[in-house]
């Protein structure tokens, strides 16, 4: 592989890799705490907000877009709380109804307002633009040690990167208080862990993660990545430790294999156009979810006689 | 009842001070505690004071807010409104006193663990965020481990406990927190004979140790083997003192309510005496 895998493929593998790991980090913990309907919503609820941002201030810029997703989040959990209460329906129904309608008023929202000049429409929001983060001015490998062609790279590989470093970092900080408060969260309290901030902590760090990786990827890829790796590692193994290993496993490889196979699995099969890279990705990461509900070692303590 | 009253009045006179404590010496004290998830209060002003090294037990009718004084007290559930205070100072200074074994089924046992890692747990407050597990944390936590009788089961994944056996390692993790009172709430709930076994003996052994123990308990017919101490509830403080005194049938119907059968009542003639 030589200059032109550099130029066009390396920074978008790198980006998907990096955007699948970030969610899939937190998605290993909602998933635990059976939140994982969480890391739905937010990356349903991302959209409108990140549209509003972008009306107000009129650039696609990262600041605003995390604070117009967590405005929105905001009023996504009036909006759910008002229905519970109003409507006297169940919470899952409330939040379903809640982050569809609030995704639906974001494509709306971005159908009407002017953003021919930034990268902001409709299919961006569900597919991303990957395949446009090339790095123009590499050259090849050497490009890797030149300055100035390092400076052109694509600016979402720096935020992804800068995003998926934070949220590990954070992930390895607070690992003891995250596991103790996911597994018994009475214990944990009375230990001195202040479980509210670690709950609140996990999902504004999935906010991060899917705001991130929203504008490079788009919101198919943050929902497939939140559930399908973790969902798959925990039939992997029996410890967390492993659990959350092996999910960085089945997002890199559901980023690599996704990537190549909407690049060249449609030449193979005789066709001339590739397919979207985000669909692909995603697609992976369910067949690989299928795979390990199937074949996987630990899949079997599933219905197996619990308690006494 | 009139089965009840003589043994009141005969263990009265004998030790009129068995309910007397200093609030000072208190492991727990609790003043005027009212707790409410709705409009309706789980517990209703509620005062109680545990004397120094006894074995309590918190009785009371399913919803009578046993489980919740035992959270509020800890600060687990917010308290509307009252005082706590462990050996004398407010209880959130007194934290790392206490060790708290929550109810068995409270907890996702599919959870991927191990038992060591469970117990591991109650070295937190030693440990904190960042401190590594060497081999004399590893080595106390196996000594728990031993001490409740599950010392081969260290290494399994929590999920292929029995009922009793994830008791048991609740306990172990307890133990590991080295604490002056210990709180539990169910501890023998839908375990098995050699499990109650198992925990009464280590419970007395922390009575032993001059630790407190404090249960709620569910099984009226062990109370006066285990306990020494009981506090009745049902939302409000229906009674509390020694188990001598205070545990008798008027008071048990004063608590359950119609809900406890006359027949159940005579059984328990027994072993109230």
């Given amino acids: ?308 | 009842m009139a089965i009840a009253a003589e043994p009141i009045d005969i263990a009265a006179r004998r030790d009129p001070s068995a309910s007397v404590v200093n609030l000072r010496d208190s492991p727990l004290a609790v003043h005027e505690l009212t707790v409410s998830y709705g409009e309706k209060p789980a517990v209703f002003s509620v005062d109680t004071m545990v004397p120094p090294q006894s074995m309590t037990a918190i009785i009371g009718p399913n919803g009578a807010g046993k489980s919740t004084l035992l959270k509020a007290a800890l600060g687990i559930v917010p308290r509307l409104s009252g005082r706590v205070t462990v050996f004398g100072q407010p209880v959130e200074k007194a934290m790392h006193r206490i060790a708290y074994v929550p109810q068995r089924a409270s907890v996702d046992w599919d959870f991927p663990t191990r038992v060591i890692d469970v117990v591991l747990m109650g070295l937190y407050r030693e440990l904190g965020l960042v401190r590594l597990v060497r081999r004399n944390h590893r080595e106390r936590a196996l000594s728990c481990l031993e001490r409740v009788g599950m010392a081969d089961f260290a290494d399994r994944q929590i999920g292929q406990l029995s009922g009793g056996q994830q008791q048991r390692v609740f306990l172990a993790r307890a133990l590991a927190q080295n604490a002056d009172l210990y709180l539990l709430d169910e501890p023998f709930a839908g375990v098995d004979a050699a499990t109650e076994k198992a925990i009464i003996d280590v419970l007395k052994s922390l009575k032993a140790e001059q630790r407190t123990v404090v249960c709620v308990h569910h099984d009226l017919a062990t109370v006066a083997d285990y306990f020494d101490h009981v506090l009745l509830i049902n939302v409000r403080k229906i009674a509390e003192g020694p188990v001598a005194t205070v545990f008798t049938g008027e008071n048990l119907q004063k608590t359950y309510g119609g809900r406890l059968a006359t027949t159940h009542i005579d059984q328990l003639k027994l072993p109230v005496g």
């Fill in chain 1, 1 to 308: 592989m030589g200059a032109e895998f550099v130029q066009l493929s390396l920074t978008p593998l790198l980006i998907g890799v990096l955007a699948a790991i970030a969610c899939a980090l937190p998605g290993n913990f909602l998933i635990l705490r059976r939140q994982a309907l969480i890391g739905d919503a937010i990356s349903h609820v991302v959209l409108p907000g990140i549209v509003v941002a972008f009306l107000i201030t009129g650039v696609v810029s990262t600041w605003p877009m995390l604070l117009g997703a967590a405005g929105a989040a905001i009023v996504a959990v009036i909006i759910i709380e008002a229905i519970k209460r109003i409507g006297r329906i169940e919470p899952g129904a409330a939040m379903g109804v809640t982050f569809t309608s609030l995704f639906a008023g974001g494509v709306l929202l971005l159908e009407q307002s002017d953003t021919s000049a930034v990268h902001l429409d409709v299919e961006h929001a569900l597919y991303g633009n990957l395949e446009s983060l090339i790095w123009l001015s590499a050259e090849g490998w050497s490009s890797l040690t030149d300055a100035a062609a390092l400076a052109d790279l694509p600016p979402e590989l720096f935020r992804m990167a800068a995003a998926a470093g934070l949220i590990a970092l954070l992930t390895l900080i607070f690992w003891r208080p995250l596991k103790l408060s996911t597994f018994d969260e009475g214990f944990a309290s009375a230990v001195g862990i202040p479980t509210a901030a670690v709950s609140l902590g996990l999902v504004v760090v999935a906010a991060v993660a899917a705001v991130a990786a929203f504008d490079a990827v788009g919101s198919i890829i943050v929902i497939a990545m939140f559930i399908c790796p973790p969902a798959a590692a925990r039939l992997m193994t029996n410890r967390l430790e492993a659990q959350i290993a092996w999910s960085v496993a089945f997002a890199t490889l559901s980023a690599v294999l996704g990537y190549v196979l909407a690049g060249y699995g449609p030449l193979w099969l005789g066709a001339d156009n590739a397919v979207s890279a985000a669909g692909m990705i995603a697609t992976v990461s369910g067949i690989i979810l299928a795979f390990a509900c199937l074949f996987a070692p630990h899949r079997a303590r599933i219905g197996a006689p619990r308690g006494a």
